[in-house]
């Protein structure tokens, strides 16, 4: 069986051509925030982000404690009808 291979581009120039980009776009983040104003867009947003994942959470968390609660009065009420039925059967 044959293996279908593209005959563009050699495996080394996709390499090189990769490094070359990559190298690229981190120069272009340096550059960026070189500039004061960019980074203190770059602080803001950042800091928005990290202020909306506390808030979700702490959601997160109010909803397991929630859930944990409804949980554990299931598991008594349940406790207390079998105790319930097995007297009862006695």
Known sequence: MKKHQ?????PVAAA????????????????????????????KILNNVKDKARVYVKSLEM??????????????????QVKKFAAKSL
């Not at 690229?24 to 770059?42: F, H, Q, T, Y």
């Open 16 to 43: 090189v051509t990769g490094a070359v980009v990559g190298a690229g776009a981190a120069v272009a983040g340096a550059a960026i925030l070189r500039d004061e104003k960019n980074r203190a867009r770059a602080k």
């Open 6 to 10: 593209n005959p563009g581009m050699s």
């Open 63 to 80: 909803k397991a404690e929630t859930a944990q609660k409804d949980a554990n009065a299931s598991v008594t009420k349940g406790r207390k």
